[in-house]
């Protein structure tokens, strides 16, 4: 559900279900499959496994709070859909990936009153960023490694607002993403 939410224009619903997610946690010392809804006790009986519950709610946070996807094989394109601002975070680092495959998307995040800051390492020959913006914030100019860049335009996603682009890179490179408003 909170990935869902994230996707389609909820992104605090979404994050505020994660966050919930965590206090389930922090009581139980595990995520179970199933939960009651009116007391949040675990079900452990019921629904199926209890790994289905933690793998369901890692997706949210890779796909859905941090929006890293793969579309392609071995995050050749990355999708980058973060929505880092719905939480109470002004700087945060997230890293992912296929530990077998010795893959790895390290995302430096930075939120300032004039913008916003991603520092992306990845071996990703493309990345095809959707970026949530802050409510209220006009979105005034992208800079990619310092260099002004075009956008593909501002997308409404149920009342919130993505700036769409496409970088290609080469597979060493960094990606600076510099976001204005």
């Given amino acids: 559900m909170a990935k869902a939410a994230f996707k389609n224009g909820f992104e605090e619903y979404g994050y ?19 939960y009651n809804r009116k007391t949040a006790e675990n079900q452990e009986s019921g ?13 949210a946070i890779d796909e859905g709070l941090a929006g890293i996807e793969d579309l392609d094989v071995k995050y050749n394109i990355l999708g980058f859909s973060p929505r880092f601002i719905v939480t109470e975070y002004k700087q945060l680092r997230y890293i992912t ?34 970026i949530l913006l802050p409510k209220n914030k006009k979105f005034e100019k992208l800079l990619v490694n310092g260099k002004n860049f075009k956008t593909s335009g501002i997308e409404a996603v149920g009342e919130s607002n993505y700036i769409n682009f496409t970088f290609e890179k080469n597979n060493a490179e960094n990606v600076k993403i510099e976001i204005y408003f």
């Avoid at 505020?16 to 199933?34: G, S, T």
């Avoid at 629904?47 to 997706?59: C, D, H, K, R």
């Fill in 16 to 34: 505020d279900i994660i966050k919930r997610m965590k206090e389930l946690y922090k009581k139980d010392k595990a995520i179970y499959f199933l």
């Fill in 47 to 59: 629904g199926g496994p209890s790994a289905w519950g933690a793998a369901a709610i890692l997706n």
């Fill in 97 to 130: 990936g296929y530990e077998k495959s010795n893959i790895t998307i390290d995302i430096n995040y930075e939120l300032k009153e004039c913008g916003m800051l991603y520092e992306i390492k990845a071996s990703s020959s493309v990345i095809k960023a959707h």
